[in-house]
């Protein structure tokens, strides 16, 4: 069912605004896959954080228009969804990447972030980002095992301070 104007509008805002706030970008071309197959991206964007969208590539163009995703422009041609990362920056390129693995008609074409296009090969890389939580567990790691090499050493000292003093 075609758009009218004030349709299109709306899918455009729509768009825009989350282009506004996402992290990354991935457009991928889905001929072929099935309305089930098409399904279960949905649902699996939906609890990582991705927002999804196939939307004509002349309204994406628009809504992309003064936003980082602006470069990809160029590169939006044919039957493309959108993958817009809201949570962290790998979690479209991990939705698309894992997804293609065992559906071989997703295919990958444009991948921005940080106001650049990169190169495809960058899809696997960009996937194996640690999640916002596991970042932060991995920070927490890390900030812990300073304190806890204080607390032996600070633990030591007070153990010969109190064998000198016995002796």
Do not use: W
């Not at 758009?3 to 989350?18: S, T």
């Not at 163009?61 to 920056?89: N, Q």
């Amino acid at each position: 069912m075609a758009l009218n104007l004030d349709g299109k509008k709306v899918v455009v805002d729509e768009v825009a605004q989350y282009a506004a706030k996402a992290y990354s970008v991935v457009a991928a071309e889905y001929c072929g896959l099935t309305v089930a197959e098409l399904s279960d991206l949905r649902n699996t964007a939906r609890q990582t954080g991705v927002y999804l969208r196939v939307v004509k590539n002349s309204l994406a163009k628009r809504a992309v228009s003064g936003t980082e995703f602006e470069c990809m422009k160029e590169g939006l041609v044919g039957p493309l969804i959108l993958a817009f990362s809201m949570d962290d920056l790998g979690s479209a390129a991990r939705l698309i990447n894992d997804f293609a693995k065992s559906n071989e008609k997703l295919i990958a074409k444009v991948i921005a972030f940080d106001g650049k296009i990169h190169e495809l090969t960058e899809l696997s890389r960009l996937a194996s980002l640690p999640t916002r939580d596991q970042g932060i567990s991995l920070i927490m790691a890390v900030m812990k095992a300073p304190v806890g090499k204080l607390a032996r050493t600070l633990a030591a000292l007070r153990d010969q301070k109190q064998e000198a003093e016995a002796a």
